[in-house]
């Protein structure tokens, strides 16, 4: 008889003293903040906390280089130390080369174009699987920031560039592209960016409205010079290590909800962009327009950048030729 009543309290201490079942924690990182990218990683985290649980799945986003840099950031999402790193493809050409051909300038016409181009069907599954033989898999992509120049000396003419030493991300095409017009290539992280411009280390820095306003550079250098010859994509890379060892409802969700961040970014984008200009005027900063002929000039040095740079890698140009033939379907 007493076996018949002490066993049921036996099950239910032995389940109350059990260990509950381990939190995952996502890591989500990026080098900006308060911009596009930190945006979708909040809106992501939201879609994720609603549909999947913080209990369960503990997302934690750190902008601003917070984990490190760039570089240590992308080798943690190999590793798996990180699982989430947001940033331009460009900075991930060491991983793969064509990661580089987003670089390439005056193939895009708009933010709404790339952002067909980027969002094609079959060119968007080939972005996402660029990387997953090095321990990443994409999960998202959209349309950023289009690039301007910031300098410490105003930029009018394409001659003006001349003997500068231009910041650039990390890829061929962006070293070939100024040395199309005579300034000398300097890729180099972004938290060294703005220190190195103040010291006279850098003349000039080639990147988005969104970098300059955010951590304040007008403060240091005041000339912006707008060339419209590319737009600057945002990759979402997430570990392959780490995503692997997710239950099969975490996967989806990371997919299906990263992808339905997307739409979403467009109209955020160009609202808040046209804001970061007012701002940078307002904040004693000058933005420069390129006359037209000289805008002319500078698309015709930079028209053939891309089809030079990719020409010698066969599996570069391949998934250039790709991405080229997404753009004419976009329109």
């Known amino acids: 008889m007493s076996f018949k009543i002490l066993a049921p309290a036996a099950f239910v201490l032995a389940a109350l003293t059990m260990p509950a ?42 902008p601003a280089s917070q984990l490190g840099t760039i570089p240590q950031m992308t ?12 940033g331009p493809p460009g900075f991930l050409v060491g991983l793969d080369q064509r990661y580089q051909v987003f670089d390439a300038p005056g193939i895009f016409k708009s933010r709404e174009h790339v952002n067909k181009t980027l969002w094609d069907p079959e060119f968007r599954k080939d972005i996402l699987a660029l990387g997953a033989d090095k321990g990443i898999v994409g999960i998202s992509i959209f349309s950023a920031s289009q690039t301007v120049f910031v300098s410490r000396k105003p930029i009018k003419t394409v001659n003006d560039f001349k003997g500068l030493k231009i910041r650039v991300l990390a890829s061929r095409i962006e070293r070939d592209a100024l040395a199309r017009i005579g300034a000398a290539a300097v890729p180099m992280d972004l938290s060294e960016t703005l220190p190195a411009l103040q010291q006279g280390t850098l003349d000039a820095v080639k990147s988005a409205i969104t970098i300059f306003v955010t951590f304040k550079y007008h403060d240091v250098a005041k000339y912006l010079t707008k060339t419209h010859e590319a737009i600057i994509p945002t990759i979402i890379v997430a570990s392959k290590v780490w995503l ?14 990263a ?48 089809d030079e740079a990719v020409k010698d890698n066969a599996a570069v140009k391949a998934f250039y030729d790709k991405m080229i033939a997404a753009a004419k379907r976009a329109g």
């Open 244 to 257: 692997d060892k997710q239950p099969a409802d975490i996967r989806t969700a990371v997919f299906e909800e």
């Open 21 to 62: 079942a381990a939190q995952t924690v996502m890591k989500m990182t990026t080098a900006t903040i308060n911009e596009d990218q930190h945006e979708w990683m909040k809106r992501f985290k939201d879609r994720m906390d609603k549909r999947v649980g913080p209990a369960k799945l503990k997302i934690e986003i750190y």
């Open 259 to 306: 992808k339905a961040v997307e739409p979403g970014t467009l109209p955020f984008a160009n609202q808040f962009h046209a804001k970061m200009y007012n701002t940078w005027v307002e904040k004693g900063g000058e933005i420069i327009e390129l006359s037209p002929a000289e805008q002319a000039e500078f698309v015709k040095r930079m028209s053939t950048v891309g």
């Open 75 to 86: 080798s943690g999402v190999q590793l798996g130390t990180v699982e989430v790193w947001v």
